[in-house]
């Protein structure tokens, strides 16, 4: 069974469109979760830590379901530079090493 | 914003020989790791290094790999005797005690001919 699974992708969207990213992770003692993001080629870079209440920055927002184990993450008014791969990472929490869903490509065409 | 560093950006070898990957961690981060991402697949944790020793590795980390702080900057990945399927972008990242963002250096693309 795959530690962290998400959508296969690739989503192709118009600028100004919204989509959303669904992942599920299998280790119920996950404690901390995580979106990265990553350019084609490019290290990941984090986009937000995702918190159990949700939380927004600017137009993304995280949502963390822990008893269905699962994490979403929403893309509001979409720009052409949010064209990236988007990880879904977990991991127990501390200093413990982070699990990485295998990405879901975003496009966004002008 | 700190950067984590690595060198270098692109390796090219030959199948058996030995390579070094190089990472200078941000000054003041105390957990340093590797991690591994073959092309077109997910990024795979290798090892972390706490405290001048493995603190944790993955069944990836076998005998041919070694992780080294030789001073008070540089963290390496050496690989002993390369095959084939090391072929990979390898990042280094580190963080502080506690911290939450892990900060990765850009990777070292390594092609193992």
């Known amino acids: 069974r795959k530690e962290v699974e998400q959508d296969p992708g690739p989503f192709n969207v118009p600028e100004g469109a919204t989509v959303a990213f669904n992942c599920t992770y299998s280790?119920?003692?996950?404690?901390?979760f995580f979106w990265y993001r990553q350019d084609c080629r490019k290290e990941p870079k984090l986009l937000m830590s995702?918190?159990?209440s949700g939380n927004e920055d600017g137009r993304f927002t995280a949502q963390l379901n822990r008893a269905s184990q699962y994490i979403s993450l929403l893309i509001r008014d979409s720009k052409l530079s949010d064209s990236a791969t988007y990880l879904c990472?977990?991991?127990?929490?501390?200093?413990?090493?982070?699990?990485f869903g295998k990405g879901t490509r975003l496009s966004v065409i002008a | 914003e700190p950067e984590v560093t690595q060198t270098p950006s692109h390796q090219v070898t030959q199948m058996g020989q030995e390579v070094i990957l190089r990472c200078v961690p941000i000054?003041?981060?105390?957990?340093f790791y590797w991690y591994r991402q073959i092309l077109g697949q997910k990024v795979e944790f290798l090892v972390s290094?706490?405290?001048?020793?493995?603190?944790?590795k993955s069944e990836i980390f076998d005998d041919q790999f070694s992780v080294e702080r030789p001073d008070g900057s540089n963290f390496t990945l050496k690989i002993r005797s390369t095959k084939l399927e090391d072929s990979a972008m390898y990042f280094c990242?580190?963080?502080?005690?506690?911290?939450?963002?892990?900060?990765f250096g850009s990777g070292t693309q390594l092609s193992v001919l």
């Open positions: 990472v977990v991991t127990p929490g501390g200093n413990t090493p982070l699990v």
């Open positions: 280790n119920s003692a996950s404690q901390s």
């Open positions: 995702v918190y159990s």
């Open positions: 000054s003041n981060h105390l957990y």
């Open positions: 290094f706490y405290n001048n020793e493995i603190s944790e």
């Open positions: 990242a580190s963080v502080q005690n506690g911290g939450e963002k892990l900060f």
